[in-house]
């Protein structure tokens, strides 16, 4: 078996076979500590039934609002699993358009989904 030579010339040792396992040990600790924390930050917990619930009144809240004939202003309707704010608001010098803003919040979670739609007012 040939040595290994640096490119100066010298000799490299090889590893012991404590600092490979120590290296080991090292990595796999470093690698466990990785895999613990990235579900931590990556999921939240939301539990699916109520992020689908939470769009189901947000899209009922819009069929409610979205009419046009609802006054500009802040409306808040609970439900079992949250909140939904809509904010009707006349959309910019236009003033047959309304902007209507959907916010619904999950209680227990920081997820909030947002819906923001133009309709036209009803005469």
């Keep these: 078996m040939r040595r290994v030579k ?3 010339g010298g000799r490299l040792r090889a590893a012991s076979l404590v600092e490979a396992v120590v290296a080991a040990v090292v990595l796999l600790i470093a690698f466990t500590a990785a895999m613990e924390l990235l579900p931590r930050l990556t999921l939240r917990g939301d539990d699916a039934l109520a992020v689908a619930e939470a769009e189901y009144r947000a899209m009922c809240a819009f069929d409610k609002y ?5 006054p500009a202003g ?3 309707e609970r439900y079992g699993g949250g909140e939904a704010t809509v904010r009707v608001e006349p959309y910019r010098q236009y003033r047959d358009v309304q902007l ?3 916010e619904v919040r999950i209680d227990g979670s920081r997820k909030r989904i947002v819906h923001r739609q133009l309709v036209e007012c009803a005469e």
């Design 6 to 8: 640096r490119a100066s």
């Design 66 to 70: 979205g009419s046009g004939v609802w």
């Design 74 to 76: 802040t409306y808040a």
């Design 100 to 102: 209507i803003t959907i």
